[in-house]
């Protein structure tokens, strides 16, 4: 089971000091089946955390009267994105208002390929590794040549990377629909035996995503713009949630088993078809509705989508570029 504890302090440890002062452990969560609708309003939020760091002098929790005591609201967890729109909004923008209506994304990251663990590679690198490829294309000569259109000084880099961590371990600890598979993931970069990814995705303004259900733990971070959701619920076994065993791959697609037909690294095609397989699976599900509340996730706020959760996504008048950290697996009704 994941000590969460620990691996606060395992984050700490490579990090400068300066940066783990003024983090303050959260007293209060609250859990539901869901997982983290990041809208601070929701009455559905599972987590709101924010660091006192990133956010001013404001302070960790909001307090309000109740009855003889006070009662305690966490804010939702959410990283320092201010470099990013201080400084490359507009650039970035003006490239966005060039681009075709299609939703774009970068090469994925694996975690299970790489030496870097989970906890010790670096998410602001990934972004100014893959940003130049999200705006120009993966054969552009620019991405070799060109300075990265997202640049972070060496202070930015750090706390963003902390902030990100920080967020994530809040998040996946919070969640006790399936408290071994995190365990399982930050050793193996694995989630429901699907491997994970860091992957940058621009969706242009007024765009629609199908809707799905998520074979994996997902956890994404809007740079720019904002994200909107409504999030759904399989009503049929009474739990909201598909069971994360019918999201599972099959032996055959497993990685590290002998039978295994596909590549170690996932390859779109790859993904494509077990995610068929996976909607195959799900066709028989009833009862499944999507409700009408509306949550948005903005720059910087931070939103878990559990193993087996179900929703759609979209943007309004801007685009999105998000920083998403999953399989890119989905089940398909």
Known sequence: ?????????????????????????????????????????????????????????????????????????????????????????????????????????????????????????????????????????????????DTPLIQFTEPQRTKFDFDWRYAFMRMVSSNQNNPDEYSWMLKRGESNSHPLRFQLIYIPPFTSLTKHIHASFEFNVPLLGALYERRGECLENGEGMVPAEMLQRNFEHTIGSPLNELSEVPTWDDLKLISGYLSERVQGLGGMQVNAEENVVNAGDCLMNPIGSYHEGYTKEEPCLMLAFGSNVHARL
């Not at 009455?43 to 006070?70: C, I, K, P, Q």
């Not at 060039?98 to 990934?126: F, Q």
Request: charged share 15%.
């Open 1 to 145: 089971m994941l000590n969460f504890s620990a691996l606060v302090v395992a984050t700490a440890l490579l990090l400068p000091s300066s940066l783990v002062t003024g983090f303050q452990p959260h007293r209060s969560i609250t859990n539901t089946k869901w997982g983290a609708l990041v809208n601070t309003m929701s009455t559905t939020t599972t987590l709101h955390y924010r660091n006192e760091t990133s956010f001013g002098d404001d302070g960790d929790e909001s307090m309000a009267a109740v009855g003889w005591g006070v009662a305690m609201k966490p804010r939702p967890p959410s990283v320092d994105v201010s470099a990013i729109n201080h400084q490359h909004r507009y650039i970035l923008m003006d490239y966005f208002d060039e681009m075709k209506t299609t939703v774009k994304c970068s090469t994925p990251h694996w975690i299970h390929t790489t030496k870097d663990g989970l906890l010790t590679c670096s998410p602001a690198e990934i972004i100014e590794k893959q940003i130049n490829e999200v705006v120009f294309g993966s054969t552009t000569p620019m991405l070799v040549e």
